[in-house]
């Protein structure tokens, strides 16, 4: 492990990660394809959709806690599927019931089921309610940068602006946005929903983010494990390079090998 790996860490409610890749677990075709896209992806952190994934509410059935135990894997519950700030609320404290007073949470609400958009209203709502109960909130919004300083300024511990609609793969659609909500956040950001590919993933690493949560650009890969292998690969590059700093754009050419100087 180089200087840089063991120097630069993802920090989220004051714990350190070595892995800036965050993965969900829905969409994959069985608990053994989940569990080696996550292995694979390097990941530390998975988030679980409470609403639709097993993890001890339903006794009898198959448990993602089994193949990916919560002492190896940060669990981060979120609330996928939620219309509005009392379901997504409610939702996140039957999580804190079920892994045991767990308080780190994905919160979510959405406008509509067509684009998936997050209702910012509602989620607002729902993050001052949660932060006041104690739950430490991670949370998805719109690529408003107002809107990611508003959060941030509530108390959350990580604003999750989206890329593209939720599932689309479409990649980073406003990196000016994306831009200017990290350069005026005092809290992680993390780019969350939207990415397609590797480079998708390299790009907001690029811009600056300190992480990329995404879950459909490997469930829905034809080949889900080297897809999560692809874009660890990915958020590693994408995150020295941005650690460099790249070159200036320039509109001519400069040579790599300049004449002056030469012998002949």
């Given amino acids: 492990m180089s200087q840089t790996e063991t120097?630069?860490?993802?920090?989220?409610?004051?714990?350190?990660?070595?892995?800036?890749?965050?993965v969900g677990?829905?969409?994959y075709k069985d608990l053994d394809e989940t569990r080696a896209a996550v292995e694979a992806s390097g990941a530390e952190i998975i988030t679980v959709a409470i609403r639709r994934t097993n993890i001890g509410q339903n006794p009898g059935e198959p448990n993602l806690l089994d193949?990916?135990?919560?002492?190896?894997?940060t669990y981060l519950p979120n609330?996928?599927?939620?219309?509005?700030a009392e379901d997504a609320v409610r939702t996140c404290r039957l999580a804190r019931e079920l892994l045991d007073g767990h308080t780190l949470v994905k919160l979510e609400v959405l406008g509509d089921e067509k684009t998936l958009y997050p209702d910012v209203v509602q989620t607002l709502?729902?993050?001052?309610?949660?932060?006041?109960?104690g739950f430490q909130v991670m949370v998805y919004t719109s690529d408003d940068p107002i809107l990611a300083k508003r959060l941030e300024e509530i108390g959350c511990v990580a604003v999750m602006p989206l890329a593209a609609p939720i599932g689309s793969g479409l990649g980073i659609q406003n990196r000016y946005n994306i831009l200017e909500i990290v350069e005026n956040a005092q809290v992680p950001i993390l780019v969350d929903a939207g990415v397609g590919t590797a480079s998708d993933a390299a790009i907001a690493m690029e811009l600056g983010c300190d992480g990329v949560l995404m879950n459909t650009a490997i469930a829905a890969a034809k080949n889900p494990?080297?897809?999560a292998s692809a874009m660890k690969k990915a958020i590693e590059a994408g995150r020295e390079a941005f650690l460099a700093g790249r070159m200036p754009r320039k509109r001519?050419?400069?040579?790599?090998s300049p004449v002056e100087g030469t012998f002949f």
């Fill in 25 to 27: 677990t829905g969409k």
């Fill in 225 to 227: 494990v080297l897809m």
């Fill in 125 to 133: 709502s729902a993050a001052e309610t949660l932060v006041k109960d």
């Fill in 7 to 22: 120097q630069d860490r993802l920090t989220i409610a004051g714990r350190n990660y070595r892995s800036r890749l965050l």
């Fill in 79 to 84: 609330t996928a599927g939620c219309y509005s």
């Fill in 67 to 73: 193949v990916l135990p919560p002492d190896r894997y």
């Fill in 252 to 256: 001519y050419a400069s040579a790599s």
